[in-house]
């Protein structure tokens, strides 16, 4: 009885042109193609906006479709006339890949649209086309601005960043490919915090050779917001 129950379900519950050229319902292939073309795609974008076309092409935004910006444009394509796209013009949609996310690529450009010129759209500054900005951001607020606003109420805030990084100037222009670097020995933290250090009284020292010795101090203590006494 129970193989002729599944048997009936089977026939119940599975699509009749199930599994016929694969697995997935071989009908569904007539209905999707016969729904409307709403996406030209990008070739489609190229012969009447050669000019634009190649500026992006250059671009940091290169391998952003110009659909995903302007919307489908099917229609536009077919009368360019009566269909024109839309250009996002508002501060809301830039941040939809902008809006600082801790979750993104590390040298991602990022924002807080709150503190980032607040109001003015983002296009005002930004070319769309070319979004370099207009000139290389000066501090490193601009891009971490979550780590500068946690080390600016920790002992560290008197710190500058190149205190514990090295930074190459062309950070600012290519962060992904001239990363900072980072401590990788214990005796970097050593020369503040070792016992026997130069450095102001005030500050915590350690013994370094007890003080758990297999680890480097980043590795338990965040550099960016440490301890206080």
């Known amino acids: 009885m129970l193989v002729v129950g599944l048997i009936i379900a089977r026939r119940l519950l599975i699509p009749a042109t199930f599994g016929e050229r694969g697995h997935y319902r071989f009908a569904a292939v007539s209905t999707i193609a016969a729904l409307p073309t709403r996406y030209a795609g990008h070739d489609a974008c190229e012969p009447c906006h050669v000019p634009i076309v190649d500026k992006k092409g250059a671009s940091y935004h290169r391998g952003v479709a110009c659909e995903v910006c302007h919307g489908p444009q099917a229609e536009h394509v077919v009368d360019p006339i009566a269909h024109k ?15 600082y996310n801790p979750s993104r690529p590390t040298g991602f450009p990022q924002i807080d649209p709150v503190l980032h010129n607040p109001v003015r759209p983002c296009i005002t500054c930004h070319d769309p086309h070319d979004p370099t900005p207009p000139h290389p951001p000066e501090s490193c607020a601009a891009c971490h601005g979550e780590i500068a606003r946690t080390k600016a109420v920790s002992p560290h805030a008197q710190l500058p960043c190149t205190q514990c990084h090295e930074v190459d100037r062309r950070h600012n222009v290519s962060p992904r490919q001239l990363r900072p670097t980072k401590p990788t020995t214990r005796a970097f933290c050593g020369q503040c915090h070792a016992e026997g250090a130069s450095s102001a009284p005030e500050i915590p020292r350690v013994d370094f050779a007890t003080h758990n010795p297999s680890y480097v101090c980043w590795q338990c203590h965040y550099p960016h917001h440490p301890e206080a006494r």
């Open 85 to 99: 796209p839309p250009a996002p013009r508002t501060r809301a949609y830039c941040p939809l890949c902008h809006g």
